[in-house]
């Protein structure tokens, strides 16, 4: 297992930007493949975007797709999520998570062991 712990969430207003960040401890964080995941209130937790252990590929949802960029550093321990021109309809709590499988890039929580808390982004309109 790896522990997780998001930071960075916050208010902000719509077309605003915002970088979450994710700090890994535990076994090495560059043997997992990482993802993001958002849950808002009353909606079901949804897919956000995934990146390979080595940040070569990387995979989005279409709603997010050309707004928000993952990437990572090993050497940090640590994974990045930059939201830019950010929409109402990005308020959610964030959620990072970890995954030792090969299906990572489905894009389902099944796929992933291990979460962090959370952190919570709230765009105003």
């Known amino acids: 297992q790896v522990q997780l712990v998001e930071s960075g969430g916050g208010l902000v207003q719509a077309g605003g930007s915002l970088r979450l960040s994710c700090a890994a401890s535990?076994?090495?964080?560059?043997?997992?493949?990482m993802g993001w995941f958002r849950q808002a209130p009353g909606k079901e937790r949804e897919f956000v975007a995934a990146i390979s252990w080595s940040g070569s590929r990387t995979y989005y949802a279409d709603s997010v797709k050309g707004r928000f960029t993952i990437s990572r550093v090993n050497a940090k321990n640590t994974v990045y999520l930059q939201m830019n021109s950010l929409k109402p309809e990005d308020t959610a709590v964030y959620y990072c998570?970890?995954?030792?499988?090969?299906?990572?890039?489905?894009?389902?929580?099944?796929?992933?062991?291990?979460w962090g808390q959370g952190a919570q982004v709230f765009v105003s309109s």
């Open positions: 998570a970890a995954s030792d499988g090969s299906y990572y890039f489905r894009g389902l929580s099944v796929d992933f062991g291990s």
């Open positions: 535990g076994r090495t964080f560059s043997s997992y493949h």
